[in-house]
């Protein structure tokens, strides 16, 4: 479904400044007065307006409960624009951008609230001429999907209209919470949209990050030769907050960190990590190889041994006192939820036998930080038998904060003694601080507008990743395994540091 | 950490950076390039700016050589500054008279990263052939501003007659805006075959030459450079098409209004961007602009342009016209 028209002599494949801008369209946000929409969504659909990356017919359509007037709605924008774009505030800009700002008072199940949505992006389509090509990113719980998106079809508007115009979806994580409740959920949208209008967000996985990975792995030589198991001892990949729940006790209570995160991001950040190369960067041949290697994930035989869980107890994190999970707000003392969650597998294919993978995530920890480690194997040390805690290589793959690449070697001590220690060599990415460079929920949306799908996850691979982490899941419920304790500011229980020692290895401190 | 050094050598400035490193724990192995800046005394503060702040997108090594009087004794300043102002890049001003004065190869040599590419940077002269010069000939990339210079056309002529790849001038850059927005409005409406382009702007400004070389050969149209008397920058693109005009036209900074057949009129951000934005999508990417290099080289020459001199115009009151060299 390309917006160019076939013969654009301006157009040429060699003029890499010519970048897109996106075509005539309006955006719908169901949700729009969530935390994400204003402290994310909304200053980034504005910072696209400012450096021009969307066409002047653009139209944005706020969806939601609150009596508002277009005004009010637009009075909410502004607000939210000028506390967090990017971009300089300009008068003028905003002028031109509001005239196109609409809001809909309406309700998730009331066919009439779907009557003024449908008749608010016809007037849309008069006056600003968005050709009737809608997106609409819902950034609701997903216990509201149904509801909207049978309103959606029920009112034709996820449909085109005599062949003409666009309809594109938007759904964030959570995809369900285990398997079977990903395919109702799956169907539910593709019953109302084509799978190729479906556009999965991970928030966490910026373009940005998914494009580093792919060019550290496979625009360089170095690395390929040490990427197996003839070298690799075994993978961490870790995701930390030193956060509490908040106010998020509605989410999270019942899904908790496994399902929060494991299931989406880290088992992308491994697909990412583990997957052989594709021959090329076009969406179907990435996602072949990230399912390939989904799919060739396994489960230890014994799965009492490779977990760890937990839940944050209170006390004193880095000079604050903080509360423990039970202390957060409408958490019920028997909650089982766990806020830590550390899990091994393997992944059955020559490159990564007898290679483990260790992931773990985790509110309340030390700090701030994703990343993947490929921890090598330890060389013999047969000249440096007095040095035990060198020797251990590992190439780290910093995800955030300060995205780069450090990798872990041993060197000599200076002074007289043949002693050895690890040393750090770091490379942190140029930032695009500059405000020149879009950010990731600005890649995000223009690559929807534009119709652009690589790096969104297909349903395959939501599906294959419930398949790894529903048997953990099921084991929990099973067994009613309650979460172990642990102290706010540490790196987990210390049942986390077990499910290594039982392998003769242990945790980095990222 | 600023350190000044004078009547010195590149192998004491070379001592005096790693110096200044350990002592503020900088390291170099994040520097992706080193920019040098062959500047006129006097000039050079705005351009600074600019590369500093574009180092924050690619962290580099920037030199900055700044021209004194050639016939004076030769003698090398040197001003270090690591850390604090200088951003995410270590930036070396070096002040050169007498042979100093002459920034070649030999004189910076032992200052530029090791096996990283070199970017030249003049940022306000043109020099005759840049991939001739003694720096230009160790560069990747070799950006000009011909915007600086009195007669665009001349300047231009000059540059298309040298040109090699690795050349470009950022008159060409600050078009990039403008050139989405047409290829944009152009992939919107079905093909019909442009008979006439008309660019207007300031009879100095090269930005206005190059938009309207570069519309005429893509297009196979016959150009009309509509130009003016009053110092402000390129304004306004008009195309001449059977199914009607496509017309963008910017009076400001920042806001233009957009008009193309079978659509409302409509407005968009359109800004005059800054020498850093220029810069940092300068150094992108350091293939050669093979685009520039056809438009410079052949479509100039195309003798399908036509400069209208001095069109008389009326701007309305109050409007705030961009520099001469904006675009």
């Known amino acids: ?510 | 950490m600023i350190s000044i050094l004078e009547n010195t050598d590149t192998i004491k400035i070379e001592k005096e950076i790693s110096r200044l490193r350990d002592e503020t724990g900088n390291t170099i192995s994040g520097r992706v390039l080193t920019l040098v800046m062959l500047a006129e005394s006097g000039h050079s503060r705005l351009a600074m700016e600019a590369a500093q702040a574009a180092s924050h997108e690619h962290p580099c090594r920037i030199i900055i050589h700044i021209a004194k009087d050639r016939d004076a004794e030769n003698r090398l300043d040197a001003q270090i500054e690591v850390g604090g102002e200088a951003g995410a890049s270590e930036l070396i001003v070096l002040r050169g008279w007498g042979r100093a004065a002459e920034p070649t190869e030999s004189l910076i040599s032992g200052l530029l990263l090791p096996d990283s590419p070199i970017v030249a940077w003049w940022p306000h002269s043109v020099p005759e052939a840049p991939a001739e010069t003694s720096i230009g000939r160790i560069a990747q990339r070799r950006i000009t501003d011909s915007a600086r210079a009195y007669d665009p056309m001349t300047v231009l002529s000059q540059l298309s007659k040298t040109y090699q790849d690795g050349d470009t001038d950022l008159a060409w850059i600050r078009l990039t805006l403008w050139r989405i927005q047409l290829a944009a409005i152009l992939d919107q409406i079905p093909y019909s075959p442009t008979q006439k382009v008309t660019v207007s702007g300031s009879s100095k400004s090269p930005s206005v030459v190059l938009l309207g070389a570069w519309l005429g050969y893509k297009l196979e149209a016959e150009v009309h450079l509509s130009t003016t008397n009053l110092e402000r920058g390129l304004y306004r693109v008009e195309l001449e098409r059977e199914d009607g005009k496509i017309v963008i036209d910017r009076p400001d900074w920042n806001i233009a209004k957009l008009s193309y057949p079978g659509a409302p009129d409509q407005q968009i951000a359109l800004p005059v961007r800054t020498l850093a934005e220029c810069l940092a999508e300068e150094l992108r990417r350091l293939d050669p602009d093979e685009v520039y290099g056809e438009v410079l080289t052949k479509a100039l020459h195309s003798g399908n342009i036509v400069v209208d001199l001095n069109n008389n115009e009326d701007v309305t009151e109050g409007v705030n016209c961009t520099e001469v060299f904006d675009a």
Request: charged share 25%; glycine share 6%; net charge negative.
């Open chain 1, 1 to 510: 479904m390309s917006m160019t028209h076939v013969s654009n002599p301006l157009r040429d494949p060699r003029d890499r400044r010519l970048t897109r801008v996106a075509g005539p369209s309006s955006l719908v946000f169901f949700g729009v007065t969530g935390d994400l929409a204003r402290k994310k969504l909304l200053p980034a659909v504005y910072d696209m307006v400012n450096r021009g990356l969307l066409p002047p017919s653009f139209g944005l359509v706020g969806f939601g409960r609150r009596e508002w007037s277009h005004d009010q709605f637009k009075d909410f924008v502004r607000e939210s624009v000028e506390a967090h774009s990017r971009t300089t505030f300009r008068e003028d800009v905003w002028n031109q951008f509001a005239t196109g700002i609409r809001f809909v008072q309406g309700a998730f199940d009331d066919d009439d609230s779907f009557i003024r949505l449908n008749e608010t992006l016809e007037e849309l389509k008069e006056s600003r001429g968005t050709q009737g090509n809608h997106a609409f990113y819902l950034s609701i719980p997903p216990k509201d999907f149904e509801s909207v998106l049978q309103m959606l079809a029920k009112h034709e508007l996820a449909q085109q209209k005599d062949g003409k115009g666009w309809r594109r979806v938007i759904i964030e994580k959570p995809f369900g919470h285990d398997l079977e409740s990903a395919r109702d959920l799956n169907k539910i949208v593709e019953d109302v949209f084509p799978s190729d209008a479906i556009f999965r967000i991970d928030h966490y996985l910026g373009k940005e990050t998914v494009q580093n990975i792919l060019a550290m792995r496979f625009a360089n030589q170095i690395f390929e030769p040490l990427w197996n198991s003839n070298h690799i001892d075994h993978v961490q990949i870790t995701m930390a907050e030193p956060f509490g729940i908040g106010s998020r006790a509605g989410y999270y209570d019942g899904v908790g960190a496994a399902r929060d995160v494991i299931q989406n991001h880290l088992l992308q950040l491994l697909a990412l990590t583990a997957m052989e190369e594709p021959i090329s960067f076009k969406a179907h041949h990435l996602r072949t190889e990230k399912e390939k290697v989904l799919e060739a994930v396994t489960l230890p035989e014994n799965l009492s041994n490779s977990f760890a869980i937990g839940q944050y107890t209170s006390g004193y994190q880095g000079g604050e006192v903080v509360n423990g999970f039970f202390d957060e707000k409408d958490i019920p003392s028997t909650s089982r939820t766990e806020t830590f969650a550390a899990i091994k597998v393997n992944i059955n294919t020559r490159r990564w036998n007898g290679v483990p993978f260790y992931l773990r995530t985790g509110k309340r920890l030390g700090r701030r930080v994703t990343e993947i480690a490929l921890v090598l194997k330890k060389s013999p040390n047969l000249l440096f038998n007095n040095s035990n805690d060198a020797g251990q290589n590992a190439i780290v793959i910093r995800v955030q904060p300060d995205e780069g690449l450090n990798i872990r070697f041993s060197s000599k001590v200076p002074g007289t003694q043949m002693a050895i220690r690890d040393v750090n060599m770091d490379f942190v990415y140029g930032h695009s601080f500059t405000e020149e460079l879009p950010e990731a929920y600005e890649r995000l949306i223009l690559d929807v507008l534009l119709g652009e799908p690589p790096l969104f996850p297909r349903q395959e691979e939501v599906e294959l990743s419930w398949k790894i982490l529903d048997p953990f899941e099921k084991y929990w419920a099973q067994h009613n395994i309650k979460p172990d304790e642990y102290a706010p500011g540490s790196w987990g229980p210390e049942s986390a540091n077990t499910l290594l020692a039982r392998d003769n290895r242990v945790w980095r401190r990222p």
